[in-house]
Every structure is written in C-alpha cells, then in structure tokens.
C-alpha cells in the first residue's frame, strides 16, 4: 500500500476514535484543528471526514460538522502492511479538484502538490500528463500546469458523454445471457433499493454509495479499453455532487431510488426499449442535479 494512503487510514481511525470522545450532537472542530489531531494535511482530513459523513457519523456542510452516532468497531478500516502497492493519487487529486480547494484557471505548483500529496515529483508530472486528456489541467505555454477545474461547461459535456456510455451498457445489460453476473447483482440492487426507500427517513445520506454500485453494475456489462477509465473519473465526479448540494437531499434520493427500480424492473423483464427510456429520464435528472449541484457553488 501508497504511504500516503496508509497515513489516511491511519488518520482517519485516530478521527474515528476523536469522534468516539464526543456526543451525539456535538459539532466537530475546524479542518485545521483535525489536521493538528491527526497530524496530516487538510487534504488528507477531507478524505476522512466525506467517509465518516458517508458512513453517517458525522454530517457535513462546509465548516458545518456534528456527530450524528456513536462510532462502532465496524467503522474502522484496515491498516494493512506496506508491501502493498496501491497508489490512489488520482482519486486524491480529484478529491481536491471536487472539493473547490482552489479555483479554475489556477497555475500549479509541482513542488507544492509533492508536498501536499506526498509523491516524488517525477510521479506528479506523469501523473499531471496523463491527468490533461480529462480536461481537468493542461500544460501552461511558460511551462508548468494549470487547473481548468470543474466548470459548469465541463459538467455538461461530461453528462452528455455519460448519456452516451450508459444507454449503451444498458441495452447490452438488456441483451445479457442469464448466467451474466450482472442479473444477481440488479437482483441484490434492487433489494437494497427497497429496503433504503423503506428506511429513507433516516438513511438517505447512504443513497450515493448505492447509486455508485448502481452504474457499476450496469456499467460492468460492457468491456471497452477506451471507456474504462472514463468511467471511474465519471463515476467519482457524479458521486460527490452528492455532497456538493445539501438542499431537498432527500426528496432527490428518494426520486433517483425510483429511477434506478424503473431501469432494474425493464432490465430484469427483458425489455430494452422500456430500459433505455428509463435510464434516459434518470440520466436527464442527474444531469440537471449535477448543475444545480454546480450553482450552488456559483458554477452555473
């Protein structure tokens, strides 16, 4: 495992245990403050805290933080031996990108962001080259690299390029053998879909790690090179819009749970054209909730 990614987990468990002193109810302290505790970047507490709000510990709305439960053993992760060689700087980069920590058309410092996501510089630079075809950063003509960010045009060329992608894995999931994995993993779906509408009360904050299983799945059904990696950029960039808008979260859950039944329920009878129009109505509804999502940042 990436040392950087060990001091997360690392960091992310003394958090955890922080939380374990608190009361439900309690707010949180600064970012700053959890970064002294830890003794990590506010990068790197980022990562913890979207976690713990995902996993419904704490919410989180910008300097707002409060202990929703008590932590349990269960939410801890795993601490394993550094032999392991998993890199997760991309992630991490777009964890910065999507949080706005910087604005669009922002000049990148090499030596800066080796610090920040403690790679070797080299590291960062093939990173960097191979981060532009996203369109995310580019080459400044004096030499370096410059943030396009995450702008509002960029938001609606990715869902349209999304749109694209998914209403063709979706007609391939509709024309799936019957022994194709995808049928028990829509099965498991959308049983968990029905048990968090039943419990949307109260568990609607766990709809955005659902609806990344959800795409996965559907997804996984078409094996091309060339759309692969798009889709883990896609998939990231779609879930933390999420957490971006906070305003009728649950209403807009609960809506998008009855979108994904509507595309497992035509799926599951074999009918692709019922398919396809389910999933381009929630594929239009996601768009306009990802630019909205956007305003509320002043994006849009």
Partial sequence: ???????????????????????????????????????????????????????????????????????????????????????????????????????????????ELSRTFDVPQHELKEFLAGLSRFGLVTRRPEGGWRLLGFTKSFAIELSDFRSVLELNAVSHAAEAPVDHPVWSQLADLRADHLRLRAHIDTDFHEFSKLDERFHQAINSVVRNRFTAEFQKVISLIFHYHYMWDKTEEKTRNAAAIDEHLAIIEALEARDAEAARAAAQEHLRTSKTTLLSSLRHHDLG
């Fill in 1 to 111: 495992m990436a040392r950087s990614d060990t001091r997360y987990r690392e960091a992310y468990n003394r958090i955890l245990a922080f939380c374990e002193t608190l009361r439900v109810g309690d707010d949180m302290p600064s970012e700053t403050r959890l970064g002294e505790t830890a003794g990590v970047s506010r990068t790197v507490i980022r990562r913890c805290l979207s976690r713990l709000a995902e996993l419904g510990v704490i919410s989180w709305d910008g300097r707002d933080k409060r202990l929703l439960r008590v932590p349990t053993p269960g939410d801890r992760i795993a601490v394993p031996d550094a032999g392991s060689d998993t890199s997760d700087l991309e992630q991490r980069f777009l964890d910065w990108v999507l949080r706005f920590d910087v604005p669009a058309n922002t000049a990148l410092s090499v030596a």
